[in-house]
């Protein structure tokens, strides 16, 4: 029924908050125009900027979240981190303010919508488009991971997508500076559950390889419709974000049609080692330039480092072509080779393949010719080193390309299987293997003794090729383990804290307290600081609160006021207010009435009201009409109608508030009527409040909203 009450009740609020601030000027510039979106922390709002006559959106920290210094300081956060950063994904942040209680940011305004709805709207999103819309996120990312700021709340929601198709990344509110200490708190994990990081979820150390996990979750649910992990509570989610490893996206939707070069970049964001991912955003840009065809920052290489393909024909060819020509058979014109341009390079060519001292037609030696050779001979003579030349070039041609064929054939080698061995013994195998051993990171584990591989990142019998890495995770034995302080939480987040801390919950237990509110841990065992070791049970007891007693009621009507109250105190009761009223039947100082009838079961230390008598009601005094003769009868006035008089209705206040807001409500009808409403000092102990009506009415009293008293007074 409360919440009941209370969801309207915030509904009513909120829709409050919304008309106050349209038309309201903030900073003496930004007019509020109307609302166009919010969240749990705030409602964004567009405005018309009056100095650039442009509009902005807005965003304002809700009213009931101003005193709450965490909500402020995030706010404030959003503004610093996003003001910093300048790139076309990124939403831009124009200005900020203060007004009174009123915390807000200035943005840009982005006509559109947001991925979520996008996706909703579509259903899901062809590869073309996915990748389109990764890009620009992941472009935005790297612009803030260069910033040193980790966006640590990257999801669809916030995410725009302009009606141009542009995606701009917003959101701010959680984002940090990645830096060593870059660390959740485990008491409040932060972030979405359905799109956060294991690391996350555990409340561990959180870097922009944890975005780069949240951007595949987004992927992910671009190209299928649907998120990886999903039940039927955040718990659960995140327990499935910690041990479960995602269903590929081929897997997850029948006759999905995704390449696998796509499905391998979601997988490989989505593992759940750090170490094992895109090691950064711009490693996964790259990725996608070279699956795409994206310009890279590699775009303009030397050539000579990727030349392009060209075609040679084939060496027999060339050679009979050639040597055909140089014997004067005639080819077609397009193997038609002038004699004269090979004679002129020939001198050069014979140098080339046989170096500075090679033959040519200016060599001078002991054995050459002085007289001029006849033009029958310069051509046969030309003949004959046309071929040679050919036959050297055929030579060198084959042989370059058996040289290149080794240069470039790799062999291949299968994997061994790395678990359990000691990293010097994985190393020296992997070495050995012609492979290139890399330690990828360090973590405890239950199963594994410290110096032991406890993962590797290549599979065991898979083939690769010689001189590629295979990182392996290497363990830090059993984790020493802590018990935490359970005392004082409830039992929900008990089993988030101490999945967090490698431990499971015991026996679960519940007994009463006065002490301890109930739903919250008022006992646990191992006590907190206690050494265990990695999945022990800790047992702990939840408060059922404070244990009810009943009592009868005694009845107390008839009795002095204080021997009531004495004898309301021996049952275990708790005596409250007492008003007073007039009684034709009961002397003045006895109880007239006990809020609780006599003989009822009432919980101990209920508070009981009382009524005592004032005396009988006081009647005016009889006038005899002096011009009334005697033997004469009076005369007959017409009945009168009663007429409303007041009544002075005594309220002793309660001594244990310093003010407290009395109000009185005539019962009529079935329905109430206020009839006094006032906060009072309670130092005077008692008011008195003139109350008017008529014939027999009931007032009840309320005292800061609780009923006090209820009274029935003859007018």
Known sequence: MAEQIILPSLLLIISLEVKIMIGRVLGNRYEIIEKIGGGGMSIVYKAKCRVLNRFVAIKILRDELTSDPDFVAKFKQESLSAASLTHPNIVNIYD????????????????????????????????????????????????????????????????????????????????????????????????SVHYFSPEQARGGYVDEKSDIYSLGIVMYEMVTGVVPFDADNHISVAMKQIQEKPVPPSAKIRNLQISKGLEDIIMKCLEKHQSFRFQSIDELIKKIDSLYGFNTDTEHEDDAVDSPTIVIPAINDINSDLINESNGEKNNENNVIDIDLVDEGSDRAFKTFFGEDAPGENAEDEGSYEEE??????????????????????????????????????????????LGRDEEEAQKIIEDMGLIFKVSGREYSKDYDEGRVMDQSVEEGKKIKEKSNVDVVVSKGKQVITVPNLVGKYS???????????????????????????????DQSPDAGTPANENDAVDYIVSLGPKIVYVKMPKVTGFEVNAAKLLIAQSGLTAGGVSEEPSEDVAKGLVVRQSVAAGQDVAQGTSILLTISSGKPETPPSEENPEEKPGE??????????????????????????????????????????????????????????????GTEVFEIYIDNELYDRAEIKF
């Open 373 to 418: 050779q006849s033009p029958e001979e310069r051509k046969k003579n030309r003949g004959i080193t046309i071929a040679a030349l050919l036959s050297a070039l055929a030579v060198a041609v084959i042989g370059g390309v058996i040289a290149l064929k080794a240069i470039l054939y790799v062999p291949e080698v299968s994997v061994p299987n790395l």
């Open 96 to 191: 900020t303010g203060i007004e009174g209680d009123i915390y807000y940011i200035v943005m840009e305004y982005v006509k559109g919508e947001t991925l979520k709805k996008y996706i909703s709207r579509k259903g899901k999103l062809s590869e073309q488009e996915a990748i389109k819309i990764s890009k620009q996120i992941a472009e935005a990312l790297k612009h803030a991971h260069s910033n040193n700021i980790v966006h640590r709340d990257i999801k669809p929601h916030n995410i725009l997508i302009t009606e141009d198709g542009i995606a701009k990344v917003t959101d701010f509110g959680i984002a940090r500076a990645a830096t060593s200490s870059t660390i959740n708190n485990t008491s409040n994990v932060i972030g």
């Open 633 to 694: 009868k009076p005369e007959e006035k017409p009945e009168e109608k009663p007429t409303a008089s007041s009544y002075p209705l005594t309220i002793t206040l309660p001594s244990n508030k310093d003010k407290v807001l009395v109000v009185v409500q005539k019962v009529a009808d079935g329905g109430r009527e206020i009839v006094y409403s006032k906060e009072v000092d309670t130092s005077a102990q008692s008011i008195i409040v003139n109350i008017k009506g008529s």
């Open 492 to 522: 929900i987040e008990a089993g988030i804290i101490l999945k967090n801390e490698s431990l499971k919950e015991g026996s679960v237990k519940e007994a009463n307290s006065d002490k301890v509110p109930a739903g919250q841990i008022m």
